[in-house]
């Protein structure tokens, strides 16, 4: 009979852990990171939700003559702030998660 308090104690940290994580989810959304490319004369600014919420371009990079420049600077500099937040979004997650999950017996993640 020692199986169900076990059981009971675990169900109370996956409650715990679950609403933590939510808080954490949240929070993400306050939480930004910017991508910068053209030696920082395009900066793309994300939230931990991995949402763009700010696109910043310097007069100097707008060239009518070569938009293309300026759509891969874009294009770079989005890649770089949406790296970055998922980058921040899992460190967050994985401080919520850490001591926890691989202490789950049956419970698999992959990278932790």
């Known amino acids: 009979m020692t199986a ?45 939700k991995q949402q ?3 696109v910043q371009i310097e007069k100097e990079v707008i060239d009518p003559n070569d938009s293309e ?3 891969d600077l874009v294009v770079a500099a989005t890649n770089k702030a949406l790296g970055e937040a998922a980058k921040m979004a899992q460190e967050e997650m994985a401080k919520v998660t850490s001591g926890m999950l691989p202490n789950i017996p049956g419970l698999n993640l992959p990278g932790l």
Not at 20 to 34: D, I, N
Not at 41 to 47: I, L, P, R, W, Y
């Open 52 to 54: 763009v919420v700010k």
């Open 69 to 71: 420049m300026l759509e």
């Open 4 to 48: 169900m308090p076990n059981m009971m104690g675990m169900m109370k940290q996956i409650q715990k852990m679950q609403e933590k994580m939510a808080q954490v989810q949240q929070e993400l959304e306050a939480k930004t990171v910017t991508g910068e490319s053209g030696g920082g004369m395009v900066k793309v600014t994300a939230n931990g």
